[in-house]
């Protein structure tokens, strides 16, 4: 009966222990360096926001002047052949898509005006 009682009691030990290491591990923060896949991340990321602030400007003296756009377009198109086999660009290659067709719509926009002038004229 003395040993019966003493195996549950180091049961009981064990498994009060056992409880304790598992709450105080869901209690603890994870610290950890972010690997080499996040580092890559994080870099694309910043390259992105960066050239949004970049083109922005350069798309902003260039609004009015089709040439100007077409070169946009073609630094875009660039980068996206460039980005083509990396597989974390995507958002990258989703912004330089959507600045295309955007670039595009105003050169078409800007092409519109000026065939519309002659007319406006007589």
Same mark, same amino acid.
């Given at each position: 009966?003395?040993?019966?009682?003493?195996?549950? !009691?180091?049961?009981?030990?064990?498994?009060?222990?056992? !409880?304790?290491?598992?709450?105080?591990? @869901? /209690?603890?923060?994870?610290? #950890? $360096?972010?690997? $080499?896949?996040?580092? !890559?991340? /994080? +870099?694309?990321? #910043? +390259?992105?926001?960066?050239?949004? &602030?970049?083109?922005? /400007?350069?798309?902003?003296?260039?609004?009015? #002047?089709? %040439?100007?756009?077409?070169?946009?377009?073609? $630094? @875009?198109? +660039?980068?996206?052949?460039?980005?083509?086999?990396?597989? /974390?660009? !995507?958002?990258?290659?989703?912004?330089?898509?959507?600045?295309? #067709?955007?670039?595009?719509? &105003?050169?078409?926009?800007?092409?519109? +005006?000026?065939?519309?002038? %002659?007319? $406006?004229?007589?």
């Amino acid at each position: 009966m003395m040993k019966i009682a003493i195996a549950l !009691g180091v049961v009981a030990v064990l498994v009060a222990a056992i !409880g304790y290491n598992v709450w105080s591990a @869901h /209690q603890e923060t994870v610290t #950890s $360096a972010p690997d $080499a896949l996040e580092t !890559g991340r /994080q +870099q694309l990321h #910043s +390259q992105l926001e960066e050239a949004k &602030r970049v083109e922005a /400007q350069v798309e902003k003296q260039g609004w009015d #002047s089709a %040439p100007q756009l077409r070169f946009l377009i073609e $630094a @875009h198109k +660039q980068r996206i052949e460039k980005l083509a086999g990396n597989t /974390q660009a !995507g958002e990258i290659v989703a912004y330089d898509k959507d600045s295309i #067709s955007r670039l595009e719509k &105003r050169i078409a926009d800007l092409e519109l +005006q000026k065939a519309a002038e %002659p007319v $406006a004229q007589n």
